[in-house]
C-alpha cells in the first residue's frame, strides 16, 4: 500500500504547527558554554534539549533523557531497526545577521530565518513530523524508529558518544544534517603537526619570519614572510615569477629595520577540496625556495618543506602517498598552517584519505619523509574513513524514497568532511539539504526553506515505512 497521498496532505494539515515548533526551538541560544552540574555542555544546548523536549510532549512522544547529553523517543515500542540523529544545539550566531535577529525567528516568503533553521533544528523537526505523520495515520509498521536529539554535534559530537556508551545502536541510523539525496562515504583523515629548532643564525641573506594560516581545515588565502639581506629591487623578479608560477599575488615592502616583507594573497577554501583554492602558503614557500639564500639550517629546512609541500600538489604526490580508489576517489592532502621565527618553525597539514589508505601506505610513509628532512612529528592516529556501500538495503531504500518524492534521481554523494554518523556503523548522512541552494548555515542569515521541509519529512516517512515495515 502506497501511503504518498495521505502523507502529504497530513504535513500540509500540520504546516503550521511544524513551522511553530521549528520557532520555538530556535528563540534558544543553544551556542556551547561552560559546563556546569546536570549541564555538560552549558546552559544553552540544556536549554535547547529542555525546549526539544517540551516539543516531543507536546506532539504526544514520550522523551528520554539521557543525562542532558541527549534526548531521544521512539515510534512504537517494537524492535528497532532505525535511529534518526539530529541536534539542537548551534554554532555562535556570529555577526552581519540583517533579516532578522539570530535568535528571533523570521518566517518571510516561504522560509524560516535565524540561527539554527537549517543546521538542525528544522530538519529535527521535519524527521519528528515524518513519525509523527505515520503514527496519526495509523500506518501499520513492524519495527521501530527512535528520534535522538543531541546537543554537541557542533563541538566534537562528545553527547553522541556518551549516549551510544549507554545504549545500543539501531542496526541502521541516518542523519539529517548534511546534503541529499545522502553521504554514503566519509573520507579518513590525518592531521598533523610538524617542528623543528635551529640556532639563531646571523649569515644573510636568510628568511627572519613566516606566517601564514587560521585553521588546520582551511587552505590558507593569505601568508608572509620577512627576508634580511636583500633589497625589493632585487627580489621583484623572482617575486614576479613566482606569481607567474603559482597565481598567487606577492607584494614586497620594504621594512623600517630594512627587512623586505612579502605577502602573499591566494584563495581560500576548505581543507577536504584544496583544488577550490590557491595555497598562499605552499606558494610563498616555493618563492622563498627558489632565492639565493645563505647557506644556513633555516633555508635548508624551506627547502626542504617546498619540495614535500609543493605548490598545486592537492595530492600528497611529493609525500609519496599519492593514491585512489573507485569507491572514494583520490586522497587529497593540503599544508595549511606555518609559523617561523629565528629559533624554529612549525607546519600543520590537512589529509583526508580514500578507503584504500591505511597506516602502511599513508601515516607512516609521510612521517618518514618529515623524519628524513629532518623535522620532528606528533604522533596522531589516521581517522579512518566513514563508508555505508552503494548497494546496502540502508542506500538503497532512501535513494529510492528520494527519487518517488522528489522525481529525480541522483547519485549517493562522497565527501572529504565528517558527519554525526561518521563513527556509527552502517549510518549515513541524509538531507535536508538541496545542494544547489546555500542555506547560509554557520554565517549571518541562515534559513530554510518550509516546502524543502515538507519535501524531507515526505521522505523520511516513506523511508521509515520502507525499512520498519518488515519482520
Ligand atoms: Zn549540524
Redesign the pocket.
Known amino acids: 500500500m502506497d501511503y504518498r497521498k495521505e502523507i502529504r496532505a497530513y504535513l500540509e494539515a500540520h504546516k503550521e504547527e511544524l513551522v511553530s515548533d521549528i520557532c520555538e526551538l530556535m528563540k534558544i541560544d543553544s551556542e556551547r558554554g561552560e559546563a556546569a552540574e546536570g549541564r555538560p555542555f552549558g546552559e544553552g544546548p540544556y536549554e535547547g534539549l529542555m525546549a526539544g523536549a517540551r516539543v516531543l510532549e507536546k506532539n504526544g512522544f514520550v522523551v528520554n533523557n539521557c543525562d542532558n547529553y541527549c534526548i531521544d523517543t521512539v515510534l512504537n515500542g517494537k524492535e528497532l531497526q532505525l535511529d534518526i540523529l539530529c ?1 539542537l544545539d548551534v554554532v555562535p550566531a556570529g555577526d552581519g545577521w540583517r533579516i532578522t535577529e539570530p535568535f528571533s525567528p523570521l518566517v518571510q516568503d516561504g522560509k524560516i530565518f535565524g540561527r539554527g533553521s537549517s ?2 533544528k528544522g530538519p529535527a523537526m521535519a524527521a519528528l513530523y515524518a513519525m509523527k505523520a505515520v503514527r496519526d495515520l495509523g500506518i501499520p509498521l513492524e519495527k521501530d524508529v527512535r528520534l535522538i536529539l543531541g546537543s554537541d ?2 563541538c566534537g559530537s562528545s553527547d553522541i558518544a556518551y549516549y551510544f556508551g549507554k545504549k545500543a545502536h539501531a542496526p541502521m541510523s541516518i542523519s539529517p ?1 548534511a546534503d541529499f539525496p545522502l553521504i554514503f562515504l566519509e573520507k579518513g583523515s590525518l592531521h598533523t603537526t610538524f617542528t623543528a629548532s635551529f640556532e639563531r643564525e646571523s649569515a644573510l641573506p636568510r628568511v627572519t619570519a613566516l606566517r601564514s594560516g587560521i585553521k588546520v581545515n582551511v587552505v590558507p588565502a593569505a601568508a608572509e614572510a620577512e627576508i634580511e639581506g636583500l633589497t625589493v629591487e632585487m627580489l621583484a623578479p623572482c617575486a614576479a615569477a613566482a606569481e607567474a608560477r603559482t597565481g598567487v599575488r606577492m607584494t614586497l615592502h620594504e621594512l623600517e629595520n630594512g627587512r623586505v616583507l612579502v605577502q602573499a594573497a591566494g584563495l581560500g577554501a576548505h581543507a577536504a577540496g584544496p583544488m577550490d583554492g590557491n595555497n598562499a602558503l605552499t606558494a610563498l614557500l616555493s618563492f622563498l625556495s627558489g632565492l639565493e639564500l645563505a647557506d644556513t639550517p633555516s633555508s635548508s629546512l624551506l627547502r626542504k618543506i617546498s619540495a614535500l609541500f609543493p605548490h598545486g600538489d592537492f595530492y600528497g604526490k611529493a609525500l609519496g602517498v599519492a593514491r585512489e580508489d573507485e569507491i572514494s576517489g583520490k586522497l587529497t592532502l593540503t599544508l595549511d598552517l606555518f609559523s617561523m621565527d629565528e629559533e624554529g618553525l612549525s607546519g600543520t597539514f590537512d589529509c583526508r584519505s580514500c578507503v584504500s589508505a591505511n597506516d602502511e601506505n599513508t601515516k607512516d610513509v609521510i612521517f618518514k619523509r618529515l623524519e628524513e628532512a629532518g623535522l620532528q612529528h606528533d604522533n596522531d592516529p589516521m581517522n579512518p574513513p566513514h563508508y555505508v556501500p552503494r548497494d546496502s538495503v540502508l542506500v538503497q531504500t532512501l535513494l529510492a524514497s528520494y527519487e518517488k518524492i522528489t522525481g529525480k534521481k541522483e547519485e549517493p554523494l562522497a565527501i572529504g568532511g565528517g558527519t ?1 554518523v561518521h563513527h556509527i556503523e552502517n549510518g549515513v548522512a541524509c538531507g535536508c539539504a538541496d545542494p544547489a541552494v546555500d542555506n547560509h548555515m554557520h554565517g549571518p542569515d541562515e534559513f530554510v526553506i518550509i516546502e524543502q521541509l515538507l519535501m524531507s519529512a515526505e521522505i523520511y516517512a516513506d523511508a521509515i515505512i520502507a525499512l520498519c515495515s518488515h519482520r
Open positions: 541536534h543546521d538542525d554535534e557542533e544534517d554525526y
